[in-house]
């Protein structure tokens, strides 16, 4: 019982600690970008950034949804799958 506990707490701290943090990193990021790039450089940074954000946004439920359906290929479950997938990487 005292393990769950622990385990279920340590959980909602590191969820709660991923919505305190994230506001901050988009302005944060842009703020080192303008601190190691020139203003000229910058423009074309950003546009990178804020791309692969979309874009990460945009296939990452596609991601997900083929995960979620690959339960039960080759004996394995579906969060089985995400290590074999992101381990490679």
């Known amino acids: ?3 769950r506990l622990v385990r279920f707490i340590s959980l909602d701290l590191i969820y709660e ?3 305190i943090s994230l506001p901050g990193l988009f302005p944060g990021l842009n703020f080192l970008i303008s601190c190691w790039y020139t203003r000229e450089q910058q423009n074309r940074r950003v546009a990178w950034f804020f791309s692969g954000a979309t874009l990460s946004g945009a296939f ?5 949804f083929g995960i979620r359906h690959m339960a ?3 004996g394995k479950s579906g969060w089985a799958w995400m290590l074999v997938f992101f381990l490679q990487i």
């Open 17 to 19: 600690w991923h919505w």
């Open 1 to 3: 019982m005292y393990f």
């Open 72 to 74: 039960g290929v080759g």
């Open 60 to 64: 990452g439920g596609l991601l997900a």
